[in-house]
């Protein structure tokens, strides 16, 4: 096979001249032969191509151009046989052949394949012989078309005639009067018929007819309404179909009827409305309600029903029609809770049979996530069909009620209203503190007492009756006065509320007597009225009868910023207060009706809460009330009670309650975990749902004995101390935590809430902390020695120049005639002894300097101050100073480390020095180190001196990092002496009176055994 270059290779080739002889006339005549067939050849394929784009329904194009490329093909043979004349291409001329000779097979072929197709085609008579059957056909159609028509006006339907390509519609007499128009009101126009239309079903209309004509539906029936004479709507059942279609199939003529169908549509909607009203009432109930006719067969379930069996995994009975739900009972006798199961069956059974009037039965149903009851009803159907209404009410919340009372107690204690629990008597079971600080009554006290004996207004039968009203609507909301123990009298407000799973009351009473004593002062007079809410801290309005404002006490001024300026009446007040239009809307209208309802009924305007948007942009939330001033020209008197603050707290209170960071764990008395919050799968890795049933040291192992007991007085040992334990990560790494613990008991079962915060990054930024002391201490410490170097030289020097002289004598003694042994013997153990001491210098500076990891050890406190006034000695006496120590002994140990102790004592003797060496030459300089146990059980240690003292202005800085009295310091000696003595958790102080010396002084903490 050729490669690329092969086919425009000449090489090895002459050229096909020389075949001719290169005769002129012999080779003109192959050119121009060649040159005209390629010509003809390439000129064919653009008339074959401008004839297949004007004829679109030419049947097998694809045929015309492979014929198309067929004849490229062969013209460009001819054309390389020009080339190769003069240019030897003969590879290329071969290779354009080969692919000529394949297009020629493939066309031979196809050729083949096509012509049996191409002779099914009809002629041209054979065409012209259908287009007149067609005709024919279609004459009929319209006599057809005729006698249609007038069958369908007898019938009572409408007539309309489409002319497709003129736009235009012939309305039949029937079809105008059918929506009230007489026959020359309406014109051919098809614009008289799509105006008419009602704007909701215009587009839809249109698009089934275009639809239709276009032939993308096989029919056109559409139900739709259109505007009659008088302005109403009928709906209309139209059915058309094209009679007429041009010779490409386009459709010409339309027809069809109109049919009156608004009563079948009227009922139609009532069945609908009917049957959604019933829906909406069985799915708008959260209980699971099945409807099972006489067999017990399930024909009728509401949402909740389906949305428990979805819940639940239970796809095949995701709606149970069809199923006999008395099967599913007897099939679950046999299963867990198979008593439960039993029990229904028998009842609903008892009741489809007659046998009873109603059924019920409370029974488990726990699924594998969480626990729940339900209660279960049965009653029968009313009417003339047989069967029952099984009802399925969710009563795990009653269940959990107690749970939850006990955690709702402490936000009840703190609330500022009174609370009760009452029962059906009227005696008082459970008060808040709120209510015995209202009342006057001690708790014990009113426990032990009734509605009666504290109310005022109402007598016992009256308290009877009202409490037979409660129960019956669930809910209450009224005002009442009750008697004080030192026997005045307290305005209240009740909200009650009556608990069914309980047989309780919960009752919240709040104290209105300040508000009720203002209302009655405010209607005493105008001037008092005035002077009274202009002082009053509760923002105030008034306005007249024609919503202009006339009066804003300063309160409300200062709470939203606006004066009479800004908002002269009611209607500038609504845009400026509440600049959303949606909620605007709401809030006036609410305003509007229940200021109107107070109007009639002359009852006081029930208070509103609302947002409001203040002058300088800050929004309030506010609790409105208004009244109607007797004495004036009816004015209204508008009070804004400001809650933010107390809303803000309250949002923060469940967000806290909510959205707690600490993980909130309870165990039961058997150490097993009942919940727990999602922050603890932050810290320990598992979900919720993994931990409930495990043990609590499956979390933490490290907890002591004696707080996994879980009893109470063990708990409550540990209630409100907060102790460091090690937990394990669900990845077993270990989690640094803060545990504080809570108990309760519930059911006679008591229980611990653990509440664990995950500290590892505290515990990771303190072992930082004190990595970066350590080495800014061990920086301190060079820093100190290179201070010190000049004294710690010399005090190397000085055994080094004993060792130097004692081994000059020893040699002399060596040299002598008769050597000294004894002598020598006592010259080279000093010799040793001053090596050695020169040593121990050197051994305690590279301890002293050098960087090693944090060791503590136990320590004699007084043996560190020598060893760290040691290296302090030579300094003391180049500036003539006298070192006192004054230490107690047989001090306790301690448990440090040794170089950072040394290294503060050293920084306070330093200090020291550098204090006192600018003091006269006369005049007696002295240092005292004392040690002493203080009453605190902690050892003190103390450095003074009788230099001039620091300056009062300095004390107040001496402290801080980076401040220091010295030219060349650089004031962080006793800023890092600081925070060493902390990290031995003890303190460092000082004490000073300007020329009378200063003391420093710290503590640290004795060893525990």
């Not at 050229?15 to 064919?44: E, K, N, Q, R």
């Amino acid at each position: 096979m050729p490669s690329m270059n092969d086919l425009f290779s000449i090489k090895d080739f002459i050229p096909h001249g020389y075949c001719l002889a290169w005769s002129p006339g012999l080779l003109w005549l192959h050119v121009i032969s060649d040159l005209l067939i390629t010509f003809s050849y390439y000129s064919i394929p653009l008339s074959l191509i401008y004839f297949i784009r004007q004829r679109k329904d030419l049947p097998y194009p694809w045929l015309v151009g492979l014929f198309a490329g067929f004849i490229v093909a062969c013209g460009t043979t001819h054309l390389l046989s020009i080339i190769t004349i003069w240019i030897p291409l003969y590879w290329l001329d071969g290779f354009v052949k080969g692919i000529t000779a394949i297009i020629s097979l493939v066309s031979a072929a196809m050729m083949l394949w096509i012509i049996p197709r191409a002779l099914t085609l009809p002629s041209t008579a054979q065409l012209h012989a259908e287009i007149q059957q067609r005709k024919a056909a279609e004459e009929a159609l319209r006599e057809s078309e005729y006698r249609w028509k007038f069958a369908i006006e007898g019938a009572g339907d409408g007539v309309w005639d489409f002319d497709v390509v003129n736009n235009t519609v012939f309305f039949s007499k029937r079809w105008k009067e059918m929506l009230g128009f007489t026959e020359d009101e309406i014109g051919n126009s098809l614009d008289e018929w799509e105006k008419r239309l009602h704007p909701e079903d215009k587009a839809g209309t249109l698009a089934v007819v275009h639809a239709y004509l276009e032939g993308k539906t096989s029919t056109y029936t559409h139900e739709h309404r259109v505007r009659c004479k008088d302005g109403s709507y009928k709906w209309i059942l139209a059915r058309g179909m094209v009679v007429s279609r041009s010779e490409e199939d386009k459709p010409l003529r339309m027809i069809g009827t109109q049919t009156d169908i608004s009563e079948r549509k009227q009922m139609e909607e009532k069945l609908r409305d009917s049957d959604a009203l019933n829906t909406s009432i069985l799915d708008s109930l959260t209980s699971q309600i099945a409807v099972l006719d006489a067999q017990g067969v399930i024909i009728s379930v509401n949402n909740a029903w389906r949305s428990f069996a979805k819940e639940n995994g239970l796809p095949e009975y995701n709606d149970m029609l069809g199923i006999n739900y008395l099967d599913v009972c007897k099939h679950a006798i046999n299963q867990p809770f198979g008593d439960e199961a039993g029990a229904a069956y028998m009842g609903i059974k008892a009741v489809l049979n007659g046998e009873q009037e109603a059924f019920s039965l409370e029974y488990p149903c726990h699924s594998p996530n969480q626990q729940r009851w339900f209660y279960m009803t049965v009653s029968p159907l009313r009417g003339s069909r047989r069967g029952v209404v099984v009802r399925h009410l969710n009563i795990t919340e009653r269940k959990q009620a107690e749970r939850v009372l006990i955690q709702l107690k402490a936000m009840i204690d703190i609330s500022l209203d009174g609370f009760w629990i009452v029962d059906l008597m009227g005696n008082l079971i459970q008060v808040n503190q709120a209510y015995a600080q209202i009342s006057g009554y001690s708790i014990e006290e009113l426990t032990n007492m009734s509605i009666a004996q504290v109310e005022v207004v109402e007598n016992a039968e009256q308290i009877n009756t009202h409490i037979a009203k409660v129960i019956s609507e669930g809910y209450d909301r009224f005002e009442t006065r009750h008697r004080h123990k030192d026997g005045h009298i307290i305005d209240v407000e009740i909200s009650v509320a009556f608990l069914p799973e309980f047989q309780q009351f919960c009752v919240f009473c709040r104290d209105i007597t300040d508000r009720k004593a203002m209302e009655d002062e405010l209607k005493a007079s105008e001037a008092k009225f005035r002077s009274i809410i202009e002082a009053s801290p509760v923002p105030m309005a008034l306005n007249d009868e024609h919503l202009n404002i006339t009066f804003l006490n300063l309160a409300f001024v200062q709470t939203f910023g606006y004066n009479l300026s800004d908002i002269p009446t009611v209607a500038d007040w609504w845009p400026k207060a509440y600049p959303d239009p949606d909620y605007r809307q709401w809030v006036k209208t609410t305003w509007e009706t229940t200021l109107e309802k107070a109007r009639k009924e002359q009852s006081e305007f029930l208070p509103m809460e609302c947002v409001i948007h203040c002058k300088n942009n800050n929004i309030k939330t506010v609790i409105v009330s208004a009244a109607e001033i007797i004495n004036f020209a009816r004015e209204h008197l508008v009070i804004l009670y400001d809650v933010t603050q107390l809303k803000q707290i309250e949002a923060k209170l469940n967000a806290i309650f909510n959205a707690s960071v600490e993980g909130i764990i309870t165990i039961d008395m058997y150490e097993n975990i009942v919940s727990a919050n999602t922050a603890v799968e932050t810290i320990f890795g598992y979900k919720p749902e993994e931990l409930v049933g495990c043990r609590i040291n499956k979390l933490m192992p490290s907890l002591p004995i004696t707080i996994n007991a879980g009893s109470a007085p063990i708990a409550e040992k540990h209630t409100g101390q907060i102790k460091e334990i090690e937990g394990r990560h669900k990845n077993g790494s270990v989690v640094p935590l803060d545990l504080s613990i809570a108990a309760y008991s519930l059911d006679d079962a008591n229980y611990l809430t653990y509440i664990v915060r995950d500290v590892s990054l505290r515990k990771q930024q303190e072992h930082q902390d004190k990595e970066h002391l350590d080495q800014l201490a061990h920086v301190t410490r060079l820093g100190l020695m290179g201070e010190m170097a000049s004294g710690i030289a010399h005090e190397v020097n000085q055994p080094l120049v004993a060792v130097s002289s004692y081994t000059q004598v020893s040699l002399n003694l060596i040299n002598a005639e008769n050597p000294d042994l004894v002598a020598l013997s006592e010259i080279l153990i000093k010799t040793q002894q001053q090596a050695l001491r020169a040593g121990q210098i050197i051994h305690r500076m590279r301890e002293f300097v050098k960087s090693h990891a944090k060791h503590r050890s136990s320590n004699n406190i007084n043996t560190l101050i020598h060893d760290a006034a040691s290296l302090c000695v030579t300094e003391l006496k180049k500036n003539n100073i006298e070192l006192i120590f004054e230490l107690q002994h047989n001090l306790p140990l301690v448990y440090v480390d040794q170089v950072q102790i040394e290294q503060v004592i050293i920084n306070l003797i330093r200090n020291s020095i550098d204090a006192l060496k600018h003091l006269p030459v006369q005049q007696h300089r002295h240092v005292t180190i004392l040690s002493q146990l203080t009453a605190n059980n902690d050892l003190q240690i103390s450095v003074k001196d009788n230099g001039p003292g620091i300056d009062l202005a300095q004390q107040q800085k001496i402290l801080m990092p980076f401040y220091t009295t010295k030219t060349n310091g650089m004031g962080m000696g006793l800023s890092i002496s600081r925070s060493l003595v902390e990290a031995h958790d003890g303190t460092l102080h000082f004490d000073s009176q300007p020329k009378n010396g200063t003391t420093f002084y710290f503590t640290l903490p004795i060893q525990q055994n």
